[in-house]
C-alpha cells in the first residue's frame, strides 16, 4: 500500500473544526518533525499519522485528551574568555515544547512530545527531537508501547550509572539529565509490588556535541558527522534491555541488563588530529539499583558491570563503577515549612584515570532546600572533589514559580582552576576536566506554560 506523509499532513491541518492558530501551530510542528520522521526512520511515518489523526480528528478522543506547552527564553553567560576565537562569551535561545497525550479507547492511548531550541551561538543546540511519539496498548496482565519514547533508570543525584535506555542529550543539558527520544518496542508486566521490563531498540540515537562555536566542549572539536561504529549495522542494530524491580516494605531494588550499542561513545583522532571522532561500540552491560528509606535517611546506591567498552585510551577493558551515599532530610527546618536534605555520595570507576568520565574516584557533598512555599522555590548545590587530584566542580540549581503560568531557573557550574596535565605530575589534574577550565557559566531561564 502506498502511504503519502502530504495525504496524512493535509487531512489533519484541512478539517474544519480545528482552530485555525492550532493549525498553525500543528503545521510548524511538522515542518520541523518532517526530517526526521520520514526521512531518518520511514517505518514510523503510518504511527505518526494514525496518532495524528486519531488524536486531533476525533471528537471522542478530542474529549480524552490533553494537550499542554512550554515556550522558553534562556541566556547563558560565561564569566571567561573562550579558548577558541570562534567561541562566544554569552548565548541566547528560545525553546518550544508541546505535549499531547489521550486516550484512543478503552485499552489504547497515545502521546507525543515534541521540543525544539533555537540557539544563537551554537548551530548543534539548534535542533528539534521528538521525545516521545508512540500508541501503548493497556491490559490488566501486560503493557506494550510502540514508538519513541524516553525511559529513566537511576536514583543517585550525581551519576546515573545504570541510565542506558536512551541517549544523552549534551548539547542541551551538559549534566546528562535531559535523554534524546529513543525508538523501542517495550513489554511491561506487572507483579506483585513490582515491575518487569523488556525493551527492543531498533534504532540507535547518537549523542549530541556542542559544535565549534559551542561551549563545554573539548579542546578538539568532535566530527558528529563521521561516527565510527564497531558493529556493520551501525545505526540500525538492534539493542536489547531488560529490567527488574521490586519492593519491600522500606526498601527498592532493580536489576537491570543492556545488550547492544554503548550509548556512551569511546574517542578516536581524526586525520592529522585535528578533531575528535566518537566512536560507539557493543558492550554488555548489568545494572544495580537500591533504595532504602530509614527515618528521615534515604540511602542510595547504583552499580555496573560493562565489558566491551574502550577507556580513554582506546583500550577495551572490563570494569566496575559504583555511586552510592545517603540524603537526611531535617523537615520544618527552624519551625518553617520549609525542608533541608543534606546530599552525600561516593563516585568510583575501577578504570581510574582511563575512565571516560571525571568521576573516578570522587565525593560529592552538598543540599536540597526545599521552601514548600506557594511559589515552590527550591535550591540545589553540589561540590564534587576529586579524592585523588585537585580537581573539584561546583554546581548550583534553582526554580521558583510566578503564578500560574511562569517559572524562573537558573543553572551554574564552576570548573575552573584546573590544574594542567603534566607528565611529572599525572596525578593532580584531571584531563576531561582541563579543557572546561574557562567555562564557569550560569544559565537563566524564564518558562511560560499554557
Known amino acids: 500500500m502506498h502511504f503519502s506523509r502530504d495525504s496524512c499532513i493535509s487531512s489533519v491541518l484541512e478539517s474544519s473544526w480545528l482552530p485555525y492558530a492550532l493549525r498553525f501551530s500543528v503545521r510548524g510542528l511538522l515542518t520541523l518533525t518532517r526530517k526526521l520522521l520520514f526521512l531518518e526512520v520511514p517505518l514510523l511515518a503510518l504511527l505518526y499519522c494514525l496518532v495524528l489523526n486519531q488524536m486531533l480528528l476525533s471528537n471522542n478522543a478530542m474529549a480524552a485528551s490533553q494537550a499542554e506547552g512550554e515556550l522558553s527564553l534562556q541566556t547563558r553567560l560565561f564569566n571567561q574568555d573562550p579558548q577558541s576565537t570562534l567561541q562566544e562569551n554569552n548565548a541566547q535561545s528560545f525553546a518550544f515544547a508541546f505535549n499531547l497525550s489521550g486516550a484512543l479507547g478503552e485499552q489504547l492511548d497515545a502521546e507525543l512530545d515534541f521540543f525544539y531550541r533555537y540557539d544563537s551561538a551554537d548551530d548543534e543546540r539548534t535542533k528539534g527531537d521528538i521525545r516521545k511519539l508512540y500508541l501503548r496498548w493497556l491490559n490488566p496482565h501486560i503493557e506494550v508501547l ?4 524516553r525511559v529513566f533508570w537511576g536514583v543517585t543525584e550525581v551519576n546515573h550509572l545504570v541510565d542506558i535506555v536512551a541517549q544523552t542529550d549534551t548539547v542541551e543539558s551538559p549534566d546528562g539529565e535531559t535523554k534524546l527520544g529513543q525508538a523501542m518496542i517495550a513489554f511491561t508486566v506487572p507483579f506483585e509490588n513490582g515491575l518487569a521490563d523488556i525493551y527492543l531498540l531498533p534504532y540507535f540515537r ?31 542494530h538492534i539493542d536489547f534491555a531488560g529490567r527488574i524491580a521490586k519492593s519491600f516494605e522500606n526498601t527498592e531494588l532493580a536489576l537491570s541488563y543492556f545488550q547492544g550499542t554503548g550509548r556512551d561513545p569511546s ?16 558492550i554488555k552491560q548489568l545494572g544495580l539499583e537500591a ?10 546506591l547504583e552499580f555496573i558491570h560493562r565489558d566491551g567498552q574502550p577507556n580513554l585510551f582506546f583500550e577495551e577493558e572490563e570494569y566496575q563503577a559504583v555511586t552510592t551515599g545517603f540524603e537526611y532530610t531535617y523537615y520544618g527546618l527552624a519551625g518553617s515549612a520549609s525542608d533541608l536534605g543534606i546530599i552525600a555520595e561516593l563516585l568510583y570507576d575501577s578504570r581510574g584515570q582511563r575512565a571516560l568520565s571525571p568521576y573516578e ?30 580537581a573539584r566542580v561546583f554546581a548550583f540549581e534553582g526554580s521558583i514559580e510566578m503564578g500560574e503560568s511562569f517559572a524562573l531557573s537558573f543553572e551554574s557550574t564552576i570548573i575552573s582552576h584546573q590544574p594542567q596535565p603534566s607528565v611529572l605530575t599525572p596525578l593532580q589534574s584531571d584531563r576531561l576536566l582541563y579543557d572546561l577550565r574557562d567555562d564557569d557559566s550560569i544559565e537563566f531561564t524564564l518558562s511560560y506554560y499554557f
Do not use: C, M
Open 267 to 282: 574517542y578516536l583522532f581524526g586525520v592529522n588530529s585535528a578533531s575528535i571522532l566518537p566512536y560507539y561500540p557493543q
Open 146 to 149: 510502540a514508538g519513541f519514547n
Open 206 to 236: 547518537e549523542r549530541t556535541f556542542p559544535g565549534e562555536n559551542g561551549r563545554l566542549r573539548f579542546s578538539l572539536p568532535v566530527d558528529y558527522d563521521n561516527p565510527v561504529y564497531e558493529d556493520p549495522d551501525e545505526g540500525q
Open 291 to 300: 533504595q532504602y528509606i530509614w527515618d528521615e535517611w534515604l540511602f542510595k
Open 361 to 390: 574516584e570522587d565525593i560529592a557533598l552538598g543540599g536540597r532546600w526545599v521552601l514548600n512555599n506557594l511559589h515552590s522555590a527550591e535550591l540545589i548545590f553540589l561540590w564534587i572533589q576529586d579524592l585523588n587530584r585537585f
